[in-house]
């Protein structure tokens, strides 16, 4: 909300722009406008809060899903290396290296640090 001050005279009115009626019809026009745009952000909210929690449930799903098959895949190796006649503390050990070498594998981050002055 916008209260003129009857001691202050604007540009606009100074030099013969706009006349009262038109500074309150500004006015109005411009509080409808931000009624406006305070319901589309409201909707735009509702709609980011929807799609958020959509992918937050979605990337649950994929991460159990991928979680399920590391174990799998692990129970499978630990069958096969136990069927060749390894002990379990070297199974442990090729586990570990095998998942060591895929975290350090896989990395490829490239961290940059920008200074702005």
């Known amino acids: 909300m916008h209260y003129v001050d009857p001691a202050m005279q604007s540009d606009l009115t100074r030099y013969g722009l706009l006349n009262p009626a038109e500074i309150i019809r500004q006015q109005q026009r411009n ?3 931000y009624l406006r745009w305070k319901i589309r952000q409201a909707e735009i909210k509702e ?3 929807k799609f958020r929690r959509f992918w937050l449930g979605f990337g649950a799903i994929v991460g159990l899903v ?9 129970w499978f190796i630990w069958t096969y290396l136990a069927a060749l006649g390894f002990s379990a ?6 586990i570990l290296l ?6 350090v594998g896989g990395h ?3 961290t940059i640090v920008q200074h702005m002055h």
Do not use: M, P, Q
């Not at 503390?89 to 090729?94: F, K, N």
């Open 66 to 74: 991928f979680l399920t098959a590391v174990i799998i895949g692990g």
């Open 89 to 94: 503390a070297v199974i442990a050990v090729v």
């Open 108 to 110: 490829r981050c490239i």
């Open 31 to 33: 509080s409808e406008l």
């Open 47 to 49: 709609r980011d809060k």
């Open 98 to 103: 095998f998942a060591g070498g895929l975290a």
